[in-house]
T-cell receptor, first 111, second 114 residues
Framework: QKEVEQNSGPLSVPEGAIASLNCTYSDRVSQSFFWYRQYSGKSPELIMS????GDKEDGRFTAQLNKASQYVSLLIRDSQPSDSATYLC???????????FGQGTRLTINP | ETGVTQTPRHLVMGMTNKKSLKCEQH?????MYWYKQSAKKPLELMFV???????ENNSVPSRFSPECPNSSHLFLHLHTLQPEDSALYLC?????????????FGPGTRLLVL
């Protein structure tokens, strides 16, 4: 079982709709969770971090964490064509100074 | 993210060449990382340095040799690479505090091995 799993997509969402991206992880004691956005040919940039169960909102982005079910999700409201990118989920491995990344979900927002 | 810079941005090298990738962070962080990103594969962690000390070597072939002279600079020395080593090499840095680190990435070096 992969440590961090994401649906590779592509996920197509119409402009203005809500895009929902999901991620599951295997390490039950992971504490830190991150969403990165990566445009084609560019490096990953941090979108959100979340450490506690529940929702965390930042503008059009909402991260949701459920440690009991071992999943973390990212919602993008009012999706824009500029949101088209690959979204990477990353999880801190307990006791190790490193993040483990999922393979990323490619999101396309259709005008 | 201009806090982490990488040079060169693009590199083409032959299998017998020796080259080095450079990374510099201006964020006051104490940890630095090298990642490899190949097409359609997840980010692969290569090396981790914390306060200049290597804390992780993720089974990387010896043709990749990291160097961290101080907390702000990180190098990746390359020699006798193979075509399958062609990839985007990303440097990242963080202020390591147990359980809540956030890594910031440089722009990457696109490497092509002929």
């Amino acid at each position: 079982q992969k440590e961090v799993e994401q649906n590779s997509g592509p996920l197509s969402v119409p402009e203005g709709a809500i895009a929902s991206l999901n991620c599951t992880y295997s390490d039950r004691v992971s504490q830190s969770f991150f969403w990165y956005r990566q445009y084609s040919g560019k490096s990953p940039e941090l979108i959100m971090s979340i450490y506690s169960n529940g929702d965390k909102e930042d503008g059009r982005f909402t991260a949701q964490l459920n440690k009991a079910s071992q999943y973390v999700s990212l919602l993008i409201r009012d999706s824009q064509p500029s949101d088209s990118a690959t979204y990477l989920c990353a999880v801190n491995i307990q006791g190790a100074q490193k993040l483990v990344f999922g393979q990323g979900t490619r999101l396309t927002i259709n005008p | 993210e201009t806090g982490v810079t990488q040079t060169p941005r693009h590199l083409v090298m032959g299998m017998t060449n020796k080259k080095s990738l450079k990374c510099e962070q201006h964020l006051g962080h104490n940890a630095m990382y090298w990642y490899k990103q190949s097409a359609k594969k997840p980010l692969e962690l290569m090396f981790v340095y914390n306060f200049k000390e290597q804390t992780e070597n993720n089974s990387v072939p010896s043709r990749f040799s990291p160097e961290c002279p101080n907390s702000s600079h990180l190098f990746l020395h390359l020699h006798t690479l193979q075509p399958e080593d062609s990839a985007l090499y990303l440097c990242a840095s963080s202020r390591w505090t147990s359980g809540e680190e956030t890594q910031y990435f440089g722009p990457g070096t696109r490497l092509l091995v002929l």
